[in-house]
């Protein structure tokens, strides 16, 4: 009888050990992408290759997701992640910042103040990204408060949430597309994304989460699998071309 209650007691502490870890996976797993990538701005000193629509989309989501937390309380795991992602997009915009303003041969500079809507997402300051996060932050919190009590507005507000995480993997699509070229893209960020969407799509299923986060995966590994067939394609269009 002691064993049998012992057994159980591992099988537990097991589980809670992998569940622990799947957790922290959840969490800092989404950070490891964009490694590979800000090594290759740093190294290139070029930031052609990379969209920083990428963080815009990813800001976006991971702040509504934020405040779709506070209406409808699911995992920790999932609110701690948004709060790393959104510094890992801060980091990484710092860093795309820096290097255009090193390289920059116009004096021309554009900012948020401008209002000038060619130029959005082109500001020539990190401090402009930061005020447009502090004013969509600020903006959502007055419209979440205001209907917090409206379960329609919630869930609307984390279908809004994934639904612009979905769409992580455009922007950079869309890049290549314009670039003709997937060059100064980190190949190995695509491959990282789209084992960490594999394994959150999972996740989120096994946990039951809210059938908006793994619609999201799901969209989000076929986007993946997009760009994947962009580096074969123009791999095989620059080999053509310099044959």
């Known amino acids: 009888m002691d064993m049998g209650v012992d057994m159980e007691e591992e099988v537990e502490q097991s589980w809670s050990l992998l569940s622990w ?7 800092f ?3 490891v992408p964009y490694i590979p990538q800000y090594q290759e701005i740093q190294r290139t000193s070029n930031t052609e290759g990379f969209s920083t629509r990428v963080c815009l989309v990813l800001l976006l989501a991971n ?11 699911f995992e920790l795991t999932l609110l701690l992640q948004s709060v790393v992602m959104i510094l890992t997009m801060l980091a990484m ?3 795309c910042c820096s290097i255009q303003n090193t390289n920059r041969v116009s004096t021309k500079q554009h900012h948020i103040a401008d209002l000038d809507l060619r130029y959005f997402w082109c500001w020539s300051g990190f401090e402009d990204y930061l005020i447009f996060c502090f004013a969509f932050t ?14 329609l507005f919630v869930e609307a507000l ?13 922007p950079q699509l869309l890049q290549n597309v314009r670039n003709q070229s997937t060059r100064g893209m980190s190949v190995k960020m695509v491959l990282l994304w789209t084992a960490g969407d594999v394994f959150k799509t999972t ?4 946990n039951e989460s809210p059938s908006q986060f793994w619609v999201c995966g ?3 590994i076929l986007m993946d699998v997009a760009i994947l067939l962009q580096v074969f394609y123009y791999g095989q269009e620059t080999r053509v071309k310099l044959g």
Do not use: K, N, P
Not at 21 to 27: E, I, N, Q, R
Not at 158 to 170: I, Q
Not at 203 to 206: G, K, L, N, P, S
């Open 29 to 31: 797993g989404g950070v």
């Open 21 to 27: 870890v799947a957790s922290c996976v959840m969490v």
């Open 158 to 170: 984390g279908s809004l949430a994934v639904l612009f995480e979905a769409m992580l993997g455009l």
């Open 63 to 73: 702040i509504l997701r934020i405040f779709f937390w506070i209406g409808r309380q």
């Open 218 to 220: 799901s969209v989000q």
């Open 138 to 151: 600020v903006l959502c919190a007055f419209v979440t408060f205001l209907f917090l009590d409206s379960g």
């Open 203 to 206: 996740y989120f299923v096994v």
């Open 93 to 95: 915009l710092h860093l």
